[in-house]
């Protein structure tokens, strides 16, 4: 079983830049492929960003390409989501989760299903103000 704490959320204006942790307990943190989440008031729980448990592949919703960087330290047990160019829609609560795939899947998978993941924070929330 893995605990994991987020932190890193703040009001952060438009067009500025924010980087979110998860940091996980245990010492199992390589075999999890890790994923970022976010929920806005009202809506459903979005998938964000992915990264496999080697860290050499990742993957980003459309709508965060190219100024979200996900990113691991599986020696410090931690993730992070370095956020560019903030825009006032990225208000939302952050949340990290950890996927245990079946090993067959190979260090480089991850998934970009929430019924994938199973373990979860409990979330950092970042708000964007223009």
């Known amino acids: 079983q893995v605990q994991l704490v987020e932190s890193g959320g703040r009001m952060v204006q438009t067009g500025g830049s924010l980087r979110l942790s998860c940091a996980a307990s245990g010492r199992t943190f390589s075999s999890y492929a890790m994923g970022w989440f976010r929920q806005a008031p009202g809506k459903e729980r979005d998938f964000v960003s992915a990264?496999?448990?080697?860290?050499?592949?990742?993957g980003y919703a459309d709508s965060v390409k190219g100024r979200f960087t996900i990113s691991r330290d599986n020696d410090k047990n931690t993730v992070y989501l370095q956020m560019n160019s903030l825009k006032p829609e990225d208000t939302a609560a952050y949340y990290c989760?950890?996927?245990?795939?079946?090993?067959?899947?190979?260090?480089?998978?991850?998934?970009?299903?929430?019924?994938?993941?199973?373990?979860w924070g409990q979330g950092t929330q970042v708000t964007g103000s223009s």
């Open positions: 990264i496999s448990r080697s860290g050499a592949t990742t």
């Open positions: 989760a950890a996927d245990r795939h079946p090993d067959f899947r190979g260090t480089n998978y991850f998934s970009r299903s929430m019924s994938s993941y199973d373990y």
